[in-house]
């Protein structure tokens, strides 16, 4: 069975700071695919950043950044230059074929 | 272009009931998958469909199933409602899989009563 773990419930970071996310996940398929999205309380779940895990270079996306270890099975998402609007809940997902299991969030507050 | 739409947004049930949800996919992605969000379980995988086919199915009852539409629009039905479904119901499209990633709508909210 796959599963994901994000450790921590709550995050805080300072506006222009950097904060980092934590994701470990295990799973027996060769062929996955690693995500971060976000769901502000809007609720909708906005996709972050992909990660392909046969790829070892790590994805990035403007601010947003991962470090992919598949060793460890680990995938951390980097927030760069954190803005107001990045407030939301984030989780971390793998899986392959629509069939995504998701950690239980990681709620990030931003303070001005 | 348009994104993924679900319909209704909200919803009221009662214990009991049946109900069917839709979500109209990206146009051009034939892959909808169905996600039932809960503050206690949080984000629970319930099955994915592919060109009208049933790929992949997740751990719920025979009381949650779904369908596709050969415009690739679904719908997911349950039966005999239980004040535990009472949750956010979120679909997913995508045009095959991981490798594109996945599109969410805005999701269905179900009170069951």
């Known amino acids: 069975a796959q599963t994901v773990t994000q450790s921590q419930p709550e995050m805080s970071v300072q506006e222009a700071e950097t904060v980092t996310l934590s994701c470990t996940y295990d799973?027996?398929?060769?062929?996955?695919?690693l995500f971060w999205y976000k769901q502000p309380p809007s609720r909708q779940m906005i996709l972050v950043i992909r990660?392909?895990?046969?790829?070892?270079q790590n994805a990035t996306e403007n601010r947003f950044s991962v470090n992919f270890q598949k060793a460890a099975k680990s995938f951390s998402l980097k927030i760069s230059d954190s803005q107001l609007g990045d407030a939301a809940m984030y989780f971390c997902a793998v899986g392959s074929q629509g069939n995504l299991i998701f950690g239980k969030g990681t709620k990030l507050s931003v303070k001005p | 272009k348009a994104g993924v739409t679900q319909t209704p947004r909200y919803l009221i049930k009662t214990r009991g009931q049946q109900v069917t949800l839709s979500c109209s996919p990206i146009?051009?992605?034939?892959?909808v998958s169905w996600y039932q969000q809960t503050p206690g379980q949080g984000l629970q995988f319930l099955f994915e469909?592919?060109?009208?086919?049933?790929?992949n199915k997740g751990n719920f009852p025979g009381r949650f199933s779904g369908r596709q539409f050969s415009n690739s629009r679904s719908e997911m039905n349950v039966s005999t409602l239980e004040l535990g479904d009472s949750a956010l119901y979120l679909c997913?499209?995508?045009?095959?899989?991981?490798?594109?990633?996945?599109?969410f709508g805005s999701g269905t909210r179900l009170t069951v009563v």
């Open positions: 990660q392909e895990a046969y790829k070892q």
């Open positions: 799973t027996s398929e060769s062929d996955y695919y």
């Open positions: 469909y592919f060109s009208e086919t049933q790929r």
């Open positions: 997913a499209s995508s045009l095959g899989g991981g490798s594109s990633g996945y599109t």
């Open positions: 146009s051009g992605h034939r892959s």
